[in-house]
């Protein structure tokens, strides 16, 4: 295997460099082909460094053609140019001012990083390392600079011209071209960067902060979307007044500016005062989009705008540190999205989603700690590790101290480090400085990998009326880390009496025990409560306190007891989780079928469905029995997804048809002919239906019926999407003139594209690979955009996982050859979708030899990007 350049970087190593950057001053030539960067970087000595010292600058892809100190040209022995930067050779041991010009080709940047063209716009994508593909510069972290921008551009081809900061000035240059200047009064690192120059609508809009400043808000779009931003536009100003009230921070320019653009590696990006956006998390009108999308364009506008504070005006050190700001951020939106819609729903839905990409990665062969101490690459450090389970972490510490604590904690990190490129050290000091308490044991959360699995079993003594649980925990190792240490649990817990009320108790020991929650330091605890007049039926973890896997030695009819009584939604919903579980394991392993548990597990589905107090979107959660991934992680080794696929469908109809008639008769009730509106409520009503219509169509004879009559008759696309999807998945007799159906409706409009070939990759049937290799070959199929390419082949890889994993390994094939393929123009892409082959360990043994060959065979490929092959490497072990 040859690639590029291959260096692990490790955290130990850290240093701040020799030089410092402390202003910058850049002029951007725009122009089709080549676009001329002028950049007066000036430039200190930082105290201690020795004369000769070498000033070494990053820079790729980059044409020099013009380099001066102070205004003096540099002779050809003074610097060196090569791939990887610039070294000037002795540079003054002053303040000094580094001139450069380069040519750059955005045109041809199919990486997406630096600065490329989307559909005739410029735009930029700078984090974490793109900087660097525009000038010769200290592309990381810790370097703070202000920055001053001028562009120049066509006035015809580039209307706007928008970077971070305030406008300073803009006008004609007469001769078709015209200029703007933009100043960002904030120091920051060169990461947050951004420029935008094209021919773009906009929706306008103004906020008044708190203490009355007012804020200008504009989103761009290509032309003719304007009336789709309304949402986004909504979002944000909800954001921004969230975040003065829940954690005292206000928004500190005068301008907010948001841009859509259709080709983007991931998800958005917040650069300062400028966050640019991929155009599925802006767009959404009720025929175009569902209610999940509305929900996520609320969510990431929240997260980016967020980052102002918690990434922007406090960095990172070094990019060890991402979930510094990752993890923060995302604790940030989920709240957001909690207080805004329903607390309760919300977790459920972050824990479904962390389970289903956190806990595989966490527990395969990519497993890496949120605070990582090396890398090859950084770009594949963006994960659900750093996001997810870095907000799980910060989660646990607000439960820990208190909302109260949890505050006061927060406003000393932004009083001691706004305007600093800091630490996870330096994070966990607030809390211990605010609280007077020791993180220390805290700590490990961030430094280690791997789900920490709990055991618990409970015993109960009536003659002295007393109850015990012995507790444990167990993390089982990872690439790179043999030994584990105990982490700090927060355990969240309840009793609960034979009448189904909360029970308590005169007495504990042996363990560190307040009213609602146990505190597991330890390996193990026994803890013993006295005064207990009954057995109690206990409840752990509720709200998911902390990220782990449970084991107790709970009954199914315990778990359906807390399926009806417990207090915690949370567990209400987990509980019914555990009970289908256990079921369809039992059947994957081939057991005698438990009709009672079967049967008791109908009968609480029905309450459910039934329940007069359970808001719909909560009811739709607990009708979704677990999905097969999460089953096949359950149990562990030598999966194979058919059998899984097989139970489970079994479960849903031994569990569902009994309820066929009353399905129905809700899904008709809760039809509605008000006009859409994207609200919780709404929403909610929506998911309980459609969730009956997904299971009526396995579960019911009329079901497929049902759904194609719904399909027709939608008047919103979260209606008519999820009839598509339910039809398209199990791949009944609608299921082809249905797409057929969904794809002329929408020609022309690309995200809806993207919905058609996310179904289109996950149909169950056989010939799904077939379809998916001729959607890829047609020449019209646009193959450089992310969003195209990972709808329809990353949808296959990470959501189909019986057809992914046939046992002929023709899936895994098709996708390492895609894979070789995106590669050679788009390594972040290829490299995100082969992380769909995390499972492949765990799989029996004709697939997983399988999955090892086309792996193998992927590895002789010549000149795999850096992204790549550090994924594959580590995929192999
Ligand atoms: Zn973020």
Redesign the pocket.
């Known amino acids: 295997m040859r690639t590029e350049t291959e260096h692990t970087i490790y955290l130990k190593d850290y240093a701040p460099t020799p030089y410092t950057i402390v202003s910058v001053d850049l002029d951007f030539g725009i122009a089709p082909d080549t676009t001329k960067v002028r950049a007066q970087l000036t430039i200190e000595p930082r105290e201690g460094t020795a004369a000769g010292t070498p000033l070494v600058l990053d820079g790729e892809e980059l044409k020099l053609e013009e380099i001066a100190i102070d205004g003096a040209p540099l002779v050809l022995s003074a610097y060196a140019a090569d791939a990887n930067g610039l070294t000037v050779v002795n540079p003054p041991q002053r303040r000094f001012v580094l001139e450069t010009l380069v040519a750059i080709t955005p045109e041809t940047n199919t990486r997406l990083m630096g600065l490329y063209r989307s559909s005739g716009v410029w735009c930029t994508q700078c984090e974490p390392e793109g900087f660097r593909r525009i000038t010769y510069y200290l592309d990381r972290p810790d370097i703070l600079a202000t920055f001053k921008v001028r562009m120049t551009a066509d006035e015809a081809l580039a209307p706007v011209l928008l970077a971070n900061g305030n406008l300073v000035s803009r006008g004609s240059l007469g001769n078709g071209q015209h200029f703007a200047v933009w100043e960002d009064p904030f120091p920051k690192p060169a990461y947050l960067f951004a420029l935008v120059a094209g021919d773009l609508g906009s929706i306008t809009d103004t906020y008044t902060t708190g203490s009355g400043r007012k804020v200008d808000l504009a989103i761009y779009c290509a032309h003719g979307k304007e009336e789709q931003c309304l949402w986004a536009m909504d979002s944000l100003k909800r954001s921004m007044a969230w975040d003065e009230k829940r954690f005292g921070r206000e928004y500190d320019l005068d301008v907010f500016n948001i841009v859509a653009v259709s080709d983007f590696n991931f998800g958005a990006m ?1 650069n300062k005062g400028l966050n640019i956006f991929n155009d599925r998390l802006v767009f959404a009108r009720p025929e175009t989009a569902t209610d999940a999308d509305y929900e996520s364009i609320e969510r990431v506008i929240a ?2 705008y967020f ?1 102002n504070w918690t ?1 922007n005006r406090i960095t990172c050190r070094d990019w060890f540190q991402l979930c510094l ?2 993890g923060l ?2 604790y940030r939106d989920q709240e957001f999205t909690s207080d805004e819609r329903s607390r309760a729903v919300k977790r459920i839905s972050d824990v479904v989603t962390l389970r289903a990409t956190q806990f595989p990665e966490d527990g395969g062969p990519l497993a890496h700690p949120p605070r990582p101490d090396h890398y090859r690459e950084i770009n594949n450090f963006y994960t659900p590790t750093v ?1 997810e389970k870095g907000a799980e972490v910060v989660r646990m510490l607000a439960t820990l101290l208190g909302q109260d604590g949890f505050r006061k904690g927060m406003d000393l990190y932004f009083e001691r480090h706004d305007g600093e490129a800091t630490t996870i050290e330096a994070f966990l000091k607030v809390f211990e400085d605010a609280n007077e308490v020791d993180l220390t044991q805290f700590k490990t959360w961030y430094l280690q990998a791997g789900t920490p699995k709990v055991t618990v079993s409970d015993s109960y003594d009536a003659a002295s009326q007393t109850y015990t649980l012995s507790i444990s925990q167990e993390t089982a190792p990872t690439p790179g880390e043999p030994e584990k240490s105990d982490v700090v649990l927060p355990i969240k817990f309840g009793l609960i009496g034979p009448n189904g009320s909360p029970m308590g108790w005169s007495g504990v020991t042996g363990g560190e025990v307040s009213d609602d929650m146990i505190v597991l330091r330890g390996k193990s605890a026994e803890i013993t409560f006295s005064g207990v007049a009954s057995r109690p039926v206990p409840s752990f973890f509720r709200e998911f306190s902390a990220p782990v896997n449970l084991e107790t030695d709970l009954t199914q009819e315990d778990r359906l007891f807390l399926a009806r009584h417990d207090s915690d939604p949370f567990n209400r919903w987990q509980a019914l989780q555990d009970v289908g579980l256990a079921l369809v394991k039992d059947m994957v392993a081939g057991k005698q079928t438990d009709e009672g548990a079967i049967g008791a597990l109908s009968a609480a589905m029905d309450d459910t469905l039934a329940s007069g107090s359970l808001d719909d979107a909560f009811k739709a959660l607990a009708l979704t029995l677990p999905d097969e991934q999460l089953i096949g992680r359950a149990i562990g080794k030598d999966i194979d997804p058919e059998a899984i696929h097989r139970a489970r469908v079994a479960l849903i109809r031994a569990v569902f048809r009994p309820l066929a008639g009353k399905m129905r008769g809700a899904y008709v009730a809760l039809g509605s002919d008000a006009p859409y509106q994207p609200d919780a409520v709404q929403a909610g009503r929506r998911a309980l239906r459609n969730r009956l219509m997904a299971l009526l169509v396995t579960a019911d004879p009329e079901g497929p019926a049902l759904a194609a009559e719904q399909y027709r008759n939608a008047t919103n696309m979260t209606d008519r999407f999820a009839a598509l999807a339910a039809i398209g998945v199990a791949w009944t007799a609608d299921a082809a003139p249905l797409l057929a159906d969904f794809r002329t409706r929408f020609a022309g409009d690309p995200l809806v594209f993207d919905k058609w070939l996310a179904v289109s990759a996950r149909a169950e049937d056989e010939g799904v690979l077939e379809r998916v290799q001729a959607i890829l070959a047609d020449p019209t199929f646009p193959k450089n955009n992310p969003n195209r390419l990972r709808s329809l082949v990353g949808s296959f890889a990470m959501n189909n996982p019986v057809q992914f994993t046939r046992a002929d390994g023709a899936g895994f094939r098709f996708v390492t050859q895609f894979v070789a393929d995106v590669d050679t123009r788009n390594p972040q892409v290829a490299a995100r979708v082969l992380t769909g082959f995390r499972v492949w360990p765990m799989l029996e043994a004709t697939r997983r030899e399988a999955a090892r060959e086309a792996l193998t065979a992927l590895k002789e490929s010549e000149g795999l990007s850096r992204n790549t092959s550090d994924i594959l490497t580590r995929m192999l072990g």
């Open positions: 917040e997260h980016e980052h990434g700001k990752e951020t995302v996001y």
